[in-house]
């Protein structure tokens, strides 16, 4: 039996759907970075479906288009919108060309700005496999924040550099072990390759602010990615209630979030302040396992 044109259609939406609630479900019951290599993937395909429905929407003249694709999704898919694909893909191209880009000039002009000075690993921590600069820059505000640097390699042509960047304010307020859980912290963002991808779609997401659904999974990315963090630090250092501390202090400050970037608290203002409590939950909830007898509240 011949299966109907308008139900080869429909495969496209099918599938992608279904790739997005299988993602959901392991989404949320693992901290695997494959499942989150998937999540950018599928945020990636995402992007490419968005750009092609602008294309589309320019090219059926506004109105008259978005109502057509809103009666009928699937004429997105017929051969005869091959061509939109093709300028949805060309157009998807460069604004990750123009996300990486951004995202490679903010994170080298912070450098250039806040004019960061080198900072001694700490002793109880091991340094990452990948080359890693662990840096303090002056300022009055509480926080930590690492990305990840393109730079060039004469025997490779590119190598990463990641790089962590710590606040003298926030130096001066953490003791030794919680100083040492906040950069276990932000060792969790190397591994899991946050700079390299997280700190890519978040930009990817401003940059396309008409799409909530791509502003939607990035943040839910970036909250993920935190909770994630978290448990690598306290897998390295042994105190969650350390890192407890720490994040409670960053949230209390005034000042947290007041430059916007995504540090400790992964976003700044309220909504960063209310993901850290429910992170501190977690954390303390981990403490009272028994699990971590080496941890003395120190």
Known sequence: MAVPVDGLLNLPLISLAAFGVVLVLAFRRSTSATVFRLAALFLAAWALVATTVLAWVIAKRGWPGIASLSRSPTLLFAPAARDLWLWGAAGAFVVF???????????RGLLRVLRPTELDWPTGLAPPATPTSLLRFPSDRLDAFSFTLAERSRRF????RDVILVSDALLAR??????????????????????RYLTFFRTLARMMRWDPVLAFLAD?????????????????????RALARALYKVSAAPKAGRLGLAGLLGVGGRRGRRQAVERIRRLVELAETGRFPEENGG
């Not at 060309?97 to 994170?107: E, I």
């Not at 042509?157 to 990463?160: K, L, Q, T």
């Not at 909770?227 to 897998?235: P, Q, T, W």
Request: a negative charge.
């Open 97 to 107: 060309a123009l996300a990486f880009l951004l995202s490679q000039a903010v994170d």
């Open 157 to 160: 042509g590119v190598r990463r």
């Open 174 to 195: 953490l003791s030794a072990t919680e100083w040492e859980a906040v950069v276990a912290h932000e060792v969790g963002h190397i591994r899991g390759l946050d700079g």
């Open 220 to 240: 839910s990315l970036t909250r993920r990615e935190e909770f994630r963090a978290d448990l690598e630090a306290v897998a390295l250092t042994g105190r969650p």
